[in-house]
């Protein structure tokens, strides 16, 4: 039903470019273009139809959660990559990009592909302006969609791990009692924990857009427009500085004991934001003129058919309103899963609870393939824990991830995770996700959380060496 709704809009915005001389919206578009300023308002069509794409999209970001750091600053940065010389001069391009990307999110209910065919949409409509869209432009949207921020979350563990042990290799020739176990550091048994906060993520999506904004900065002073290999170096070079900015920044906590949610903590992270990312960016732009091509100005003409397209995406976007769920639901049998010695319960949206004396599992639901998994962190964050002591274990041939969930005057839990399809158990992002392609069994997120440590592996352990999805091939674990 949802591609029939597709279709019938496509087919109606087709009969209305065939039938343009009867409607009244043609009417008014003529009308304009017989008047005298008839280029300024070719023009205010564009503005008119970014402003009602921006409008019509708040309810659906609000569905999401609304617009979060990394999209507010695209719409911040945004004006500093237009142009009024050179820039995208194809109308159709983004138009047929856009269009294409907010039917495939009726399909998928995917956040990324929402924002990221909004982002089109606005440039395409910008298009057909005075202030025309760049490659920039482009690049600044894809910098901002949410799916980057998601795979920086998901493959920031390792990286972490790795971040946090080359801090205590060179803090532990200037100090004593230093020592480092997984993304924790220990000086005199105070302990700094590099979070996923700490990685500073925002810090990335920060300097990202910093490179993109000096970039076209200097752009606009110099009147030209940079080469794609000044583009790329500048990225390189922003991720590279902020790992080091990283680096240095954990030193620093360390060395001064700042605390998080310190005065000390905030300031030491910004200051070394400023002097490790935006200063040595800013060079770049200042002293990168040379890889800087000046280009032609470019006059655009447009029909009447692209002033029409204008309103296809607003209509496609209100369209969405009332679409809440993924239509490529990964089957899963829930009935199938049962241990003996749980009490079993499920909860209205597929998350399976089995829970006894000594541990309680979480199975959740298949994750669609290019949506987000099921992160038990997210969901135990906002039961109101923290995080703590985060770790990759190998338990027999598998490994896990591992943490500890500390709530103010609790005793803590100990938690271990994976993802499985029953036959096979990884921590692999990039395994579940080839298998989901490939039509093999989908793989669910385990949780097992116990308030004794031992337990918690025992437990892990039992549930790696079975079947959960198959009762023909589950030991009978009581207890």
């Not at 304009?32 to 300024?40: I, R």
């Not at 869209?133 to 920086?152: H, R, W």
């Not at 639901?365 to 109101?384: E, K, Q, T, V």
Request: glycine content about 6%.
């Amino acid at each position: 039903m949802k591609f029939l709704k597709i279709l019938a809009f496509t087919f109606s915005f087709h009969m209305i470019g065939k039938l343009n001389r009867y409607t009244k919206l043609v009417w008014s578009i003529e009308e304009l273009v017989a008047s005298k300023s008839k280029l300024l308002k070719e023009m205010n069509l564009g503005y008119v139809a970014v402003v009602i794409v921006t409008l019509v999209a708040i309810p659906k970001f609000n569905e999401f959660g609304g617009l979060r750091f990394e999209q507010l600053l695209f719409f911040m940065a945004l004006p500093f990559t237009l142009t009024k010389t050179g820039g995208i001069s194809k109308f159709t391009p983004l138009f047929l990009l856009s269009t294409v990307l907010l039917v495939v999110f009726y399909m998928t209910h995917v956040y990324s592909i929402l924002f990221f065919g909004v982002c089109c949409a606005l440039l395409s409509s910008l298009v057909v302006t005075n202030y025309r869209p760049t490659l920039l432009s482009l690049l600044l949207s894809i910098i901002c969609t949410p799916a980057v921020k998601y795979f920086l979350s998901i493959y920031s563990f390792p990286l972490r791990l790795k971040v946090s042990q080359l801090a205590g290799n060179m803090l532990m020739p200037i100090t004593n009692n230093l020592t480092v176990q997984g993304n924790c550091i220990f000086l005199n048994d105070i302990e700094f924990t590099v979070a996923p906060e700490c990685l500073g993520l925002n810090m990335i999506a920060s300097a990202l857009v910093f490179a993109i904004f000096t970039l076209s900065f200097f752009a606009g002073k110099y009147n030209k427009r940079p080469r794609m290999s000044l583009v790329i170096g500048a990225l390189l070079l922003a991720l590279t500085l902020v790992l080091i900015a990283n680096l240095t920044r954990i030193i620093l906590t360390v060395l001064l004991q700042a605390m998080p949610e310190t005065l000390i903590h905030e300031t030491i992270g910004l200051l070394i934001f400023v002097v490790n990312c935006c200063i040595p960016l800013l060079f770049i732009g200042i002293y990168g003129k040379v890889f800087y091509k000046r280009q032609k100005i470019v006059r655009v003409k447009f029909g009447q058919q692209h002033y029409l397209s204008l309103a296809i995406a607003p209509l496609l976007i209100i369209g969405s309103y009332d679409i809440h769920e993924n239509s490529f639901k990964t089957a899963f049998d829930s009935s199938s899963v049962f241990i003996s010695g749980f009490e079993r319960s499920e909860s209205t949206d597929g998350v399976i609870k089995l829970e006894n004396d000594s541990a309680l599992v979480y199975i959740k639901p298949p994750a669609f393939m290019l949506g987000s998994d099921h992160n038990p962190f997210i969901c135990w964050r906002a039961s109101g824990f923290n995080i703590k002591k985060e770790a990759e274990l190998q338990i027999g041939v598998h490994y896990v991830y591992s943490f500890e969930l500390h709530k103010p005057n609790e005793q803590p839990l100990y938690s271990c995770w994976w993802y499985s399809n029953g036959g096979s158990h990884t921590i692999s992002q990039w395994q579940w996700r080839l298998a989901n392609i490939k039509g093999e069994d989908a793989y669910s997120v385990i949780n097992v959380t116990s308030a004794d440590k031992s337990k918690s592996l025992e437990w892990t352990e039992k549930m790696l060496s079975q079947n959960l999805f198959n009762p023909k091939y589950q030991s009978q674990y009581g207890h």
